[in-house]
């Protein structure tokens, strides 16, 4: 075999042997993100018909996968720069999944969030409909008063429960479960964050560099909050993944003329409605982002290719978000109604983007406004740019002239708040909702040059966007302007940091590395470009330092909670449990502690009533009765709450640990001991205490 010729690049020009594996590499990025969009759309539909069993979903999503194969991002070429770039956030991604298996969250009782989604999702890995039947616990509740079948987070229908929220993540979670059971499920949310990170990827090389991109994805996989909302089922990964995925589908379709990339990436962002309620928001986004492209399109043929364009994109997206809240109303009713205050207004914005783009595409059809915009697009983009830097040191100074009171007085999150306060040794006032605090949040994690950088790239971004007529430019920053603007303006959640956070998650974060990851990379272009001299170096010098703070800061807030699983512990808790109750009757006691009731209905198979503490022996006996007698079993989280025999210790004592909730960001993690008090009730109300089996060896 000739050897090659001195100076030949065998990445740039692989054999044909080597050829498709390089390819496969470069692919990998932008597939992923499109096949998670599918599995979305099959498990939204299967749940919603309450069919959702693997016999039916596996042979169709490799219908589905099968019929769908060639519709992908723009392929990248392949060369050194893409397949280094590609191997190495592949690299990167497998690493961060393999070290963050270890630190996977048993959140296995409803403590917000992510204990009802891991509850529906172990629900679903063995039932086809996300509906919960009680059973006979419904009868006695109806028979005892004060008992309920239900409890936080879950709402009754008859003689069934259901739990609160869409049911597609759920049901993406529950899809590992098939394979590994409860374990499959608690890690799912992992193999989710692998997929957004490589759809941060996909994104990033193609506004960046190949190389340049793996800055904000590795300084995003080890920002204290993504490890926090991965590690956990939590749903804003999901909807990084799909809307960065979209994105990316959308960066090629203003340069193919092609329709589907329109239709592929409007339904890949709308269907960020399908696992929350305010996807709403980025769907109005990229209306808005379609929209004014075409609006602004002089070019007669031109103008009625991205008309077209607009109409694939807003119609897939709006129906993805019509899906959406046709599988909450169907599957979850009561919480849907809760939330009016929430998801009618994000309607409304939706409704309004789609009118402002066809009013502006109707301006822009019978004027000659786009003719003035080509010819003025040089002073558009300097509006452009200043305008977004106003807007960044508007929301940076608003803790020096606002505060705001957002809270409603004595409700529970002004309770909470009030508490952390007196811990943390500030001013009580449990009305704060801490919105001028967004962007002082945002550097507490990422660090403030990278958010300094972030605004900078996104000033630079707006610039080229109009002044060099790049429509999908336009496309990406409107996108991710809108939700990122409306969080940032009022992020509407309780001020716990890191919980906080996720509301920035799907948008904001990842937008503001890329920002800064496109800043610095234009930035060492343009020194490389000067003479070498001392400027030229100390200007090296300042880019390098930049890149060591965008990746190095969000290491500053690791600490013990980095290397803490949320509740870690609480699996092996439910299974001793289980063990003892398992398929039977049980009467949670609750107090200030949080419910039982649905972990003990979902996991261990049980007939449960909840009753508020303290409750007498007269009143266990009455709902012995109201079950017809036999074994019936009482749980409380603290011996005060019942007749606990004296001098009889807790039935359970488990070490666990979790993630702090405060006002100030912490490095410390919470550890103590959860205590359960397991007994049977006599005839009379008598607890008589169990003693646990000997777990299997």
Known sequence: MTAPAPGVD????????????????????????????????????????AAFTPWLVLPVLAAVLWLTWRLVPEPLPVDRATVLGAGGALGLTVAWLLANVWFAGEVLLVQRDPGF?????????????????????????DAVPGATAVSDAFWRSGAQMYAQGAKTFPGLIAIPGWLAGQTGVLLANLLIGAVALLAVYDLGRRLIDPRWALLPTAALAVSTPYLHFTRAPFTEPTNLALT????????????????????????????????????????????????????????????????????????????????????????????????????????????????????????????????????????????????????????????????????????????FIAAAQEVAGLPVDGTRSYDEMTLVWLSWYLGPVAVALGAIGAALLARRALADRRPELVVLLVTL?????????????????????????????????????????????????RPADRATGWLRAGVWLGVAAVLLAPLTTWGPITTTAEYGGRAGEVTALCREVQGGRVAVVRGADPPWLPTLRIVCDADVVELRAPVSAARLAEVRRAWGGGEVFVLASSPSSLAWPAGRSATFVTPMARWPHAILPSRSAIRYSSSLWLGRIAEDGAVEPVRPAPSAP
């Open 481 to 529: 302007g809108v939700p990122s603007l409306l969080y940032l303006v009022r992020p509407s959640i309780t001020p716990d940091v890191v919980w906080a956070m996720r509301r920035f998650l799907p948008a904001v974060i990842p937008a503001v590395l890329l920002g800064a990851g496109w800043f610095l990379h234009w930035a060492a272009v343009a020194v490389r470009a």
């Open 117 to 141: 989604l891991t509850l529906e999702g172990i629900w679903l890995a063995s039932h086809a409909d996300p509906d919960i039947p009680l059973r006979s616990a419904a009868a006695v509740a």
């Open 244 to 415: 960065f995925g979209g994105l990316a589908v959308l960066w090629g379709a203003f340069r193919q003329p092609r329709l589907w990339p329109f239709a592929l990436g409007g339904a890949m962002v709308g269907a960020t409605a399908l696992s929350r309620i305010d996807g709403a928001a980025v769907a109005a986004g990229l209306v808005l982002g379609v929209g004014a492209v075409a609006a602004g399109t002089a070019d007669r043929g031109r103008r009625r290719f991205l008309l077209r364009g607009f109409l694939l994109a807003t119609g897939t997206a709006c129906a993805m978000v019509l899906l959406g809240y046709l599988d909450v109303r169907v599957h979850s009713s009561g919480y849907l109604a809760d939330h009016a205050w929430l998801y009618v207004p994000l309607i409304g914005l939706l409704v309004a983007a789609v009118g402002a783009a066809v009013v502006a595409i109707g301006v822009g059809r019978w004027t000659r406004l786009p003719n003035w915009a080509a010819d003025h697009r040089r002073l558009l983009g300097r509006v452009a740019a200043w305008s977004t830097v106003a807007g960044f040191l508007v929301l940076a100074s608003r803790p020096l002239w606002m505060q705001r009171q957002g809270i409603v007085p004595d409700s529970p999150q002004a309770w």
């Open 10 to 49: 065998l990445l740039a020009q692989p054999r044909p042997a080597d050829r498709p594996l390089a390819r496969l590499l470069v692919a990998v990025p932008a597939r992923l993100p499109v096949v998670l969009f599918w599995c979305a759309l099959v498990v939204s539909l299967a749940v919603l018909g």
